[in-house]
């Protein structure tokens, strides 16, 4: 019986909004696994935001040794074999984290390796949105009752980052290698300039590698706070679980904004189907263009500021 099992590794590896969709899946796990000692394999960005978590008892790092490095996969190998894991649940199900399943010798495993002995094998799994996908797994392996993602574990001072008690976050960045996943800077520079014009403080956040798409904002409106490279994720959290508002391109910290209940205008091009990986919530709104940069600033300010997804009484233009 699946309570009698001592021990269990879940293994999400990543990107960021990936992991924050994981979080009711992961829940859901340790919930069914109560008495069980549960390890979470993750890769270093987020093996810090899931260990603050209530959901693993220990977190491992993989740094996905490939090929070329072939002592470190061996040596993965024989870690993950000795953990003497008697389930796994891959929440990754992606060709690496399906060959974890031959390296640790085929233990019992949910997800879509070959051969392995609770299989998503719908063959329409890749046209669901990824909690559904998950939803659809973890029903095969016994566990129906799947919440969605809470993050009332996901608190941090944030008095030292400074931001005004009315602001809005904007995320101007996303991953590099998919600049067409970005609204224009020139774009967040004018959003963020109405929204300073109504009192409220553009607050912009992102990593280090992006700010330069950041400070380029900043110089539009100087009004607003860069954060960039100063936030971990536990502070991102607690930043949106305060904001009136965060609008920005379909990235990891818009799903933790829209997780954390924050009001959330994510913006798409034809580069991602926000069907199957938009943030969900009662308070998520999405915009969509081919090409972000026909959205209009006009729009985003219509959709964001004036339609009344805003939590707190922003005055109006």
């Known amino acids: 019986m699946a309570a009698d099992l001592r021990r269990i590794l879940v293994i999400k590896l990543g990107a960021f909004g990936d992991v924050v969709l994981a979080l009711g ?21 987020y093996a810090g935001f899931l260990a603050a978590s209530p959901y693993a008892d220990a ?45 640790m010798g085929r233990p019992a495993w949910s997800g879509i390796a070959r051969g392995c002995s609770l299989p998503h094998d719908d063959p329409g799994r890749d046209r669901l949105h990824t909690l559904d996908r998950q939803h659809a797994q973890l029903a095969i392996a016994g566990i129906a009752d799947v919440p969605p993602p809470e993050l009332g574990w996901a608190t941090a001072p944030i008095g030292h980052l400074g931001p005004r008690p009315l602001f809005a976050i904007l995320v101007a960045g996303g991953a590099a290698t998919r600049p067409v996943k970005r609204w224009p800077a020139a774009h967040f520079g004018a959003l963020a300039r109405s929204l300073a014009a109504r009192g409220v403080q553009p607050v ?20 607003a706070l860069d954060l960039a490279g100063r936030t971990s994720l536990l502070d991102l959290a607690t930043l949106a679980r305060g ?7 379909d990235s990891g910290p818009m799903h933790l904004a829209a997780a954390v209940g924050c009001p959330s205008l994510v913006l798409f091009s034809a580069a991602s189907d926000p069907a199957l990986t938009a943030p969900r919530g009662a308070h998520v709104r999405v915009l969509r263009e081919a090409s972000l ?10 959709a964001g500021l004036d339609s009344g997804l805003v939590r707190a009484e922003v005055p109006g233009p």
């Open 59 to 103: 977190m491992w790092v993989d740094d996905r040794p490939g090929w070329a490095r072939p002592w470190s996969v061996l040596a993965l190998g024989r870690r993950l074999r000795a953990g003497g894991f008697e389930r796994v649940y891959d929440l990754q199900t992606s060709d690496r984290s399906s060959f974890y399943f031959r390296l």
């Open 243 to 249: 904001a009136a508002l965060a609008i920005g391109n």
């Open 204 to 223: 912009l956040v992102g990593t280090a590698a992006e700010a330069d798409v950041i400070a380029a904002v900043r110089a539009a409106c100087p009004a």
């Open 293 to 302: 940069t026909d959205l209009t600033v006009e729009r985003v300010v219509a």
């Open 25 to 45: 899946p992961m829940a859901a796990i340790r919930r069914h696994h109560a008495g069980a000692h549960v390890t979470v394999l993750t890769t270093a960005p």
